[in-house]
């Protein structure tokens, strides 16, 4: 994630175009490079007992899958020109050539294409088509479950679709909001009240809310508490947890902006207190960094 707000955030500051890409049935892609046997799929002709088939291409349900499809996309971006990026390898691809920029974002069959000129980057998409099956989905709006918005000031991100299903999730789209997420100095370490009978729907509810801290920093610590206690979690961290989903009800388009006024400076910010954590005795850190005056991590 720190990789996409990073990508957005310089595509925002340059004001570079982003489009969307939509790989169809992805894992067909793939070509094997190893021997694989399945059944004889049912409503064939066997011919002799214990018949089987070998497989050229990869399909959906192998564990090969993902890697051969990765494996021929990768090789069809390094043959146009890409290079892939050395800090976050099987996701980021850029291109330099003269005066043209490209830089690609590949999560399994969605892709984010970013670029200083339209013609290259009309040129690459074309390319694309040629290669694989492709759907142009157009300007960037919707990825991963981050809603993409532009403005003037530059570009929006927010997950209020995402915030809200967690709201419907557990039912409470008709409580009453709250001012903040957790109480102050609450010690959810030493609780004694009795185990969460339903522990699964405790780490589901954590889980969704750790996905979107990643547009609402405001709940991280929050999250971080609660997420001590997947184990064996209580009462008072579900009732903790559920208070972090009222104060979502208050404003659940809230999210990040990346700013188009950048310098594209990075900067990193860190401050912690003195062993106030009560189960652990220990110092909370927390930190920020930020890319010019957008915040990517």
């Known amino acids: 994630m720190v990789t996409v707000q990073t990508f957005l955030a310089v595509a925002a500051a340059k004001d570079w175009e982003l489009h969307q890409m939509d790989v169809h049935n992805v894992f067909l892609h793939g070509d094997l490079t190893e021997e694989v046997y399945m059944k004889i799929p049912p409503g064939f002709e066997q011919g002799r007992h214990g018949q089987v088939c070998r497989l050229r291409k990869s399909l959906y349900g192998l564990k090969q899958a993902p890697r051969c499809w990765f494996a021929k996309f990768a090789d069809a971006l390094r043959q146009y020109g890409f290079v892939q990026s050395y800090s976050d390898y099987s996701f980021l691809f850029t291109y330099f050539r003269k005066t043209t920029r490209l830089n690609v974002l590949v999560y399994v069959d969605d892709l984010i294409i970013s670029g200083n000129n339209r013609a290259d980057i009309a040129a690459f ?80 509810l954590v889980g969704r809310l750790l996905y979107l801290a990643f547009t609402r920093p405001d709940i991280f610590f929050a999250v971080h508490v609660l997420s001590q206690f997947l184990q064996r979690p209580k009462e008072e961290h579900w009732l903790t947890a559920l208070r972090v989903v009222r104060y979502l009800k208050g404003s659940p388009g809230q999210g990040v902006l990346l700013k188009l006024d950048n310098s594209l400076e990075l900067q990193g910010w ?28």
């Not at 959810?188 to 009978?197: A, M, Q, R, Y």
């Not at 009560?278 to 930190?287: A, D, K, L, N």
Request: glycine share 10%.
């Open 125 to 204: 998409k074309d390319y694309l088509h040629m290669c694989f099956h492709m759907k142009d989905l157009g300007k960037l709006k919707y990825f991963l479950g981050i809603e993409v918005g532009r403005n003037p000031e530059g570009i929006f991100l927010c997950q209020r679709k995402y915030a809200l299903d967690i709201i419907s999730e557990i039912g409470l789209l008709g409580s009453k909001p709250v001012a903040f997420p957790m109480e102050q100095n609450q010690k959810l370490g030493l609780s004694t009240s009795p185990e969460l009978v339903d522990g699964e729907k405790y780490r589901r």
């Open 270 to 297: 860190c401050d912690s207190d003195w062993a106030t954590c009560p189960t652990t005795r220990r110092s909370v850190t927390g930190w920020i960094v930020f890319l010019g005056s957008s915040p990517v991590s």
